[in-house]
């Protein structure tokens, strides 16, 4: 049963470090850190560390309504078992999403997620958009879609995520995502694709902590439909954002805290916002 210990940098009979959000659940204490912080054990701890980047945000087709814009990759996820964390302070960095695109240009890739020097969570790779030389998607944790004839998808890192969804014909590929790489595009078509599924591998982290989404973090963006026809791609495991469509009149944003993917933004109105990537998160724990 979860059982809120105390306040951010509180300290607890049970707790064995300070910094984040304390909580307890079964055998475990858990410090999640959804801002940037410090976590300083008070002796050398043995601990599992989850760290999520931010999410990549989605590719925009304003003007040239006629097309469609990717869906943003998912924030990598590292995940370090067994680390011995010295009893110092360790800077705890939490990455932000990437900003979606606007004016028909791919959109920003998120930022890392780190604690002290251990192997940084890459932040996900930005979606691509509708503007000559701006369809490839970027490359991150998890790679953005691509949104132009004849791209491939940005590529992943390597253990943490998957890489976005190419284009042969068409437009408006899915975002990658941790569990399975973003939907392509093989044929002309109206809908966008979808953003490539989370995990639910850390589904202890996320009951124990009220973070994630049904135990998934890190799914990957859904692409624009083409103008205001067809369906909107997806985003990945209710953690990415969906893509714009005449149903889904802004283009959502990737959920904080989980590194999901932003959805493409498309059609020449006002209803081309592109979504934002999801904040990151960095989660320790250790034997109570």
């Known amino acids: 049963m979860l ?6 940098n509180g300290f607890t009979p049970s707790a064995k470090a300070t910094g984040g959000t304390i909580t307890s659940s079964g055998l475990y204490t858990y410090h999640t850190f959804t801002s940037s912080g410090t976590f300083t054990p008070l002796a050398t701890l043995t601990c599992d560390v989850l760290q999520i980047a931010g999410g990549g945000g989605g590719g925009n087709a304003i003007s040239n309504g006629t097309d469609g814009a990717a869906g943003g990759g998912a924030g990598g996820i590292s995940y370090l078992a067994s680390q011995s964390i010295a009893a110092s302070a360790q800077t705890v960095t939490i990455g932000n999403g990437g900003a979606g695109g606007t004016s028909d240009l791919k959109g920003s890739s998120g930022s890392n997620s780190q604690l002290g020097s251990l192997t940084a969570a890459v932040g996900g790779g930005g979606g691509g958009g509708a503007a000559s030389g701006q369809g490839q998607g970027l490359n991150g944790g998890s790679g953005g ?61 996320a009951s124990a902590t009220g973070t994630g989404v049904g135990g998934f973090y890190a799914g990957g963006g859904g692409g624009s439909s083409r103008a205001t026809v067809g369906t909107a791609g997806t985003g990945g495991s209710s953690t990415g954002g969906n893509g714009f469509s005449s149903s889904v009149t802004v283009a959502q944003n990737g959920v904080a805290n989980t590194g999901g993917g932003g959805g493409g ?16 998160v960095v989660i320790v724990r250790y034997l109570t």
């Open 145 to 205: 879609g691509s949104s132009a004839n004849g791209l491939a998808g940005g590529t992943a890192t390597a253990g943490q995520g998957n890489a976005g969804g190419a284009v042969t014909i068409g437009y408006a590929a899915g975002g990658g995502g941790a569990g399975a790489v973003g939907q392509s595009i093989v044929s002309a078509q109206d809908n966008g694709g979808n953003g490539g599924v989370g995990v639910n591998t850390y589904s202890t982290f």
């Open 3 to 8: 059982n809120n210990l105390a306040a951010v």
């Open 265 to 280: 933004g498309g059609a020449p109105d006002a209803y081309s916002t592109s979504g934002n990537g999801g904040k990151g």
